[in-house]
């Protein structure tokens, strides 16, 4: 992420070409595309896109580029200079207050004072509470006074030869248009004569020359504000959109604004009157059927507000219209009020998905076997299937639950949509009464109420649904108000106002700075190593532009991004918006890496236990028995080679069910003594469990553990109590080949009846079972120097899980700070973009941004898997002894 930026002008106006390769929409026109020029079509398509409104070409042209473009010709555009000059207008506009400007000309500016000028005051209720804000935003190094009374001293000295303040002629204003090659302006009565009126602001006639002001600063201020006053200033503070700003009509005298929605509305009633002036109309009506007519055009005007073509202005040149853009569904722009309703809707979703499209019952047969082709074939049906259901219902789902949070539209009827979404996606499937199933997905749950997923997902489900009315419910609360009203109210915009929305407020205050931050640079440019004497700055200021063309400086780097994300000085200095799409992903990343190492977690745990268990043969299942209660079964008056008990007592989770032949269970059956109190056979439903390694220890006076041990062939269970079973048993019988006389232990020659099935084992038997035993003993020390230990294991997985959780947190840190080193790059103009044809092809192709959101969850989940994975086995290749001397070879 790291890289070197310019630094002061050099950086502002790379700056300044990324806005305008951010607006442009072609390269067709070669030279203009070149230029950085912004024309008509390019203005349409931005606010098409951006707000969603329709204007022509033809109304771009005579109400924004005639005013800030200087023509209305198809060929006029905003080259940079002009966008210059529009960033300009706040800052200039709020360098005098109404009250200054009517003052009497003749009071001027202190020429020798250094002190800031005032700037206008907004809500006081907003300057006390963003006081600290305000502090460490907008303080300049230099004064706006100090900058102007220079560039009038630069102005004056190249058309006068002298910086003094002189009195404001035509013969003034037409040597200044010589003096910067204007020459098309110098004849140009009317203009001259408009500019020394807005100077002394009053009508003056071309017949007379001018020269009662006195061209000083305050002279210059007046004449660069003179058409802004209509721009308010206290915007900047106000928790309003962009949208708002512009499109809101102005205070009126009460000091109420009234929103567009209410002034779009074709009900007559005026929403903005209160309760009691719309009861005194209804009372006035004077029958309850004109009352319910008010009230139905009321709940239709309420639910198609917004929809369709809207007049959002109706100005000489033909009505601008905004056209509904369902700002709940596109996760491309960031239109929604709130980022939290919306990354709750999505966690949603995800819950929604895990327990209904994704949990049991939810397969469907298309074929019948177990070959491959089949079950490839029913692998594609299933996923076909679930990718048909994901597109139908995941639209219908955001389109439902995301309703209410739109920026524009303000509805109960979408207040409405929400709730019920959330009542019908979320609440009733977990209400028994409410559950049902169907040919596509069942709301169903095949786990018991008390399963820890079934007490999961309620937990889970009743938050998501919590925080999504409460969303709503904020959302109702809104309609009450106008946008204006929330945005100049302290309390109403803490609760209201929307997390969009406070971002558009920190950009605004962002453009502040940056505006101010660009006048500073070119200040300096102005006034760096400046000779003494009055002089003009012009030659200086390219000069000094030269030698910082090539100096950089290194970029902010991890650490700075993250202290500027949680001080909001990526907002409120740098403004850069960071979309609600990437801090789902992001929280959609922190869950799927916790989930992987979960479940290796108990993965592992169970591994490791059942080689304990299994290999090292350390038993999780305990059994004993006493031989009185055993027989040894004979077939003619010859043992069998192993006995069968009662009341043997299994204890520990590892007693687990296994199946058994059929075969093999009926001939046992034939064995295995009554049941020692109903004398009852114990055959008929019992619960069968057999086993592989496990041994039962006899029990008895004068036996300790391991002096005799027989192993557990089969057990038929017929009494339960918590982890403790009481089984009738058979012992003595390998059950893996059947190998009978598996009694070990130095006292089982001496238990009766163990030792009578021990002297009755064949010879050749006996000679086999020692020299099994030897080979056994020989296997046994191989073995023991090729198993590894329980520490090598454990180690591994212990390295494993913490490698991947640090590389899911490392994938999740990473995320914004690379997202704004590539903003960075782009706007220091390291990542070409004006003048590069391919940052076209990056604009035409903004719906694609969304495919990352999938993106970012399935990496980081294969990426913390793959990284357990590896890292896990890397580590146990390490310390077993088999691997360990080969990889000291390599790596020495």
Excluded at 291 to 310: H, M, P
Excluded at 692 to 720: K, M, P
């Amino acid at each position: 992420m790291s890289f070197e930026r310019p630094i002061g002008a050099a950086a502002d106006v790379k700056e300044l070409e990324y806005i305008a390769a951010l607006i442009q929409t072609t390269d067709s026109d070669k030279e203009g595309f070149v230029d950085a020029s912004i024309d008509a079509r390019d203005i349409k398509y931005h606010l098409r896109s951006r707000y969603g409104i329709r204007i022509s070409k033809e109304q771009v042209r005579k109400i924004i580029l005639s005013g800030l473009g200087g023509g209305e010709s198809e060929d006029d555009c905003l080259d940079l200079c002009e966008v210059v000059a529009a960033l300009m207008i706040p800052c200039l506009r709020k360098l005098v207050t109404d009250d200054w400007i009517k003052s009497d000309s003749s009071e001027s500016f202190n020429e020798e004072s250094d002190g800031p000028v005032s700037v206008v005051k907004s809500n006081p209720e907003e300057e006390s509470d963003d006081e600290q804000v305000k502090d460490r935003l907008f303080h300049e190094l230099v004064s706006t006074e100090e900058i102007l009374r220079d560039v009038l001293s630069n102005i004056l000295l190249l058309a006068t030869g002298s910086p003094k303040p002189q009195p404001l002629t035509k013969e003034l204003v037409r040597k200044i248009f010589a003096a910067f090659d204007e020459n098309s302006l110098v004849e140009n009565d009317e203009l001259v004569s408009e500019m020394i009126a807005a100077a002394g602001g009053d009508a003056l006639s071309e017949d007379t020359e001018g020269g009662a002001v006195l061209f000083n600063t305050k002279t210059f201020a007046r004449v660069l504000t003179s058409d802004i006053m209509l721009y308010d200033p206290s915007v900047e503070n106000r928790y309003t959109s962009n949208f708002v700003d512009a499109f809101s009509p102005a205070p009126n005298e009460g000091g109420q604004n009234t929103s567009i929605t209410a002034r779009n509305s074709s009900n007559e009633i005026d929403m903005s009157e209160g309760i009691d002036a719309q009861d005194a109309k209804k009372n006035a009506l004077g029958t309850v059927g004109d009352g319910a007519k008010v009230a139905f055009n009321t709940i239709k005007d309420d639910a198609l507000s917004g929809l369709g073509e809207t007049v959002i202005a109706d100005t000489e040149y033909g009505k601008i219209t905004k056209e509904f853009t369902f700002s709940t569904l596109d996760f491309t722009l960031d239109n929604q009020r709130s980022r939290f309703h919306v990354v709750s809707v999505w966690f949603g979703f995800i819950a929604f998905y895990l327990r209904y499209f994704y949990g049991e019952g939810n397969d469907h047969a298309v074929c019948s076997g177990d070959g491959f082709g089949c079950q490839v074939g029913q692998s594609i049906f299933n996923w076909t299937i679930l990718m048909l259901l994901l597109c139908i219902t995941g639209v219908i789902y955001f389109a439902v639950l995301g309703s209410g949070n739109d920026v524009y539209r303000r509805s109960f009827l979408d207040v409405f949509i929400g709730v019920a979404g959330v009542l019908v996606f979320v609440v009733f499937p977990l209400i028994p009464d409410f559950q049902f199933r169907t040919a596509l997905f069942s709301t169903i749950s095949d786990n018991p109420t008390g399963d820890i997923f079934h007490v999961t997902t309620i937990v889970v489900f009743v938050i998501i649904a919590t925080m999504n009315l409460y969303f709503q419910f904020t959302n109702a609360i809104r309609v009450l108000f106008s946008d204006e009203t929330i945005g100049r109210s302290k309390i109403l915009s803490r609760m209201l106002v929307g997390s969009i929305t406070r971002d558009e407020r920190h950009f605004k205050q962002a453009a502040v700075f940056k505006v101010n931050r660009m006048m500073d640079n070119a200040f300096k440019l102005h006034t760096k190593d400046k000779p003494g004497g009055p002089t003009s700055t012009h030659d200086l200021a390219l000069l000094n532009f030269n030698k910082i063309s090539d100096k950089t400086e290194p970029a902010p780097g991890f650490f700075w991004v993250w202290k500027s994300f949680f001080n909001n000085d990526l907002w409120m200095k740098e403004g850069i918006w960071i979309h609600t799409r990437l801090l789902a992903g992001m929280l959609g990343q922190i869950f799927v890496v916790i989930l992987i190492v979960a479940v290796y977690s108990i993965k592992f745990r169970g591994w490791i236990d059942d080689y304990t268990e299994n290999v090292l043969g350390e038993q999780s299942c305990k059994a004993s028995f006493d031989v009185e209660n055993c027989i040894a079964p004979q077939f003619n008056g010859t043992h069998l080679g192993f006995i069968t008990c009662t009341e043997v007592i299994l204890e520990g989770d590892g007693c687990s069910s296994n199946q058994i032949r059929e075969d093999v269970l009926k001939t046992l059956c034939e064995y295995i003594p009554p049941h020692p109190v109903t004398n009852e056979t114990v055959c008929d439903n019992a619960r069968v469990y057999s086993f592989e390694t496990e041994y039962a220890s006899v029990t008895g006076e004068n036996i300790q553990q391991g002096d005799c041990e027989a192993q557990l062939t089969a057990c038929f269970s017929y009494e339960i109590n918590d982890d403790i079973r009481r089984a009738a048993c058979v012992l003595g019988i390998g059950p893996n080949f059947f190998i009978p006389y598996r009694f070990e232990g130095p006292l089982c020659e001496s238990i009766s009846p163990i030792n009578s099935v021990l002297d009755s084992m064949p010879k050749l038997f006996r000679q086999a079972e020692t020299l099994i035993r030897d080979l056994s003993d020989t296997a046994d020390d191989l073995i023991d120097k090729i198993l590894p230990d329980i520490w090598m294991l454990r180690l591994a997985a212990t390295v494993g899980l913490v490698t991947g959780l640090i590389v899911g947190i490392s994938i999740f840190v990473h995320y914004i700070p690379s997202t704004v080193s590539t903003v960075l790059k782009f706007r220091s103009g390291v990542l070409p973009s004006l003048r590069d044809p391919g940052f076209i092809k990056y604009r035409k192709s903004l719906e694609g941004v969304t495919y990352i959101l999938g993106l970012m969850i399935w990496g980081a989940l294969s990426s913390a898997f793959l990284t357990v994975v590896v890292f896990a086995g890397a580590t146990f290749l390490v310390v077993w002894e088999v691997t360990r001397p080969f990889l000291k070879k390599v790596i020495a």
